[in-house]
């Protein structure tokens, strides 16, 4: 069993910044890839920015050089450091872990960015 615990979303006006946190636990002997996906209402949920467990990084066009993602192999967690940030990023924040080759998801984080 594999559980991602996140923190950190909440209420931030527009130009503000808010730092996510995710904390995987459990069985999680191969964990590989760690990410960040999110899910406006109305809409599918959408990659955000994903990071290997040696650094390499992949970033969705729409937050590339305000949202950062980094991660703590040694913790076994994973970071979102969101800059800059827009209404239009308003939504659920879903952690993703892949390990060995199962996908596992958060029980995802609200953040509201207000104009």
């Known amino acids: 069993q594999v559980r991602l615990v996140e923190s950190g979303g909440g209420l931030v006006q527009a130009r503000g910044s808010l730092r996510l946190s995710c904390a995987a636990n459990?069985?999680?002997?191969?964990?590989?890839?760690m990410g960040w996906y999110r899910q406006a209402p109305g809409e599918q949920r959408e990659l955000v920015a994903t990071i290997t467990r040696g650094g390499s990084t992949n970033y969705a066009d729409s937050v590339k050089g305000r949202l950062t993602i980094s991660r703590d192999n040694a913790k076994n967690e994973v970071y979102l450091q969101m800059n800059s940030l827009k209404p239009e990023d308003t939504a659920v924040y879903y952690c993703?872990?892949?390990?060995?080759?199962?996908?596992?998801w958060g029980q995802g984080t609200q953040v509201t960015v207000s104009s």
């Open positions: 993703y872990a892949l390990v060995l080759s199962r996908d596992y």
């Open positions: 459990g069985d999680i002997f191969g964990l590989r890839d």
